[in-house]
Nanobody, 128 residues
Framework: QVQLVESGGGLVQAGGSLRLSCAAS????????VGWFRQAPGKEREFVAAISSSGRSAHAADSVKGRFTISKDNAKNTVYLQMNSLKPEDTALYLC?????????????????????WGQGTQVTVSS
């Protein structure tokens, strides 16, 4: 069973950047699609970005396209979320999630119910 640990969150001013990391143990990331989600107080958990098991395919929510980039280093069992041009509305708890994929399959999942494994999250706060 894969375990996920996020890091890299913090307090940043609007327009600034952060890079989040999601490190996995107990599994090989090369066989998992990995996604980032976020949840602000009183709001639903929402999809941010996801990357396929191979790392060749990725998808980001419209609200972060052009500002956030997801990448994957299967050798290090780590997924990154580079966040640029941060806005106060990006403030949330950011969670990493993973789902196993079948042999030879390579796709991106965007629905939170499709993911079986979740980390505890890392807080991102953007001040105006």
């Amino acid at each position: 069973q894969v375990q996920l640990v996020e890091s890299g969150g913090g307090l940043v001013q609007a327009g600034g950047s952060l890079r989040l990391s999601c490190a996995a143990s107990g599994g090989t990331f090369g066989r998992y699609c990995v996604g980032w989600f976020r949840q602000a107080p009183g709001k639903e958990r929402e999809f941010v970005a996801a990357i396929s098991s191979s790392g060749r395919s990725a998808h980001a929510a419209d609200s972060v396209k052009g500002r956030f980039t997801i990448s994957k280093d299967n050798a290090k069992n780590t997924v990154y979320l580079q966040m640029n041009s941060l806005k106060p509305e990006d403030t949330a708890l950011y969670l990493c999630a993973a789902r196993g994929v079948g042999f030879g399959m390579d796709y991106v999942s965007t629905g939170r119910n499709e993911y079986a494994y979740w980390g505890q999250g890392t807080q991102v706060t953007v001040s105006s």
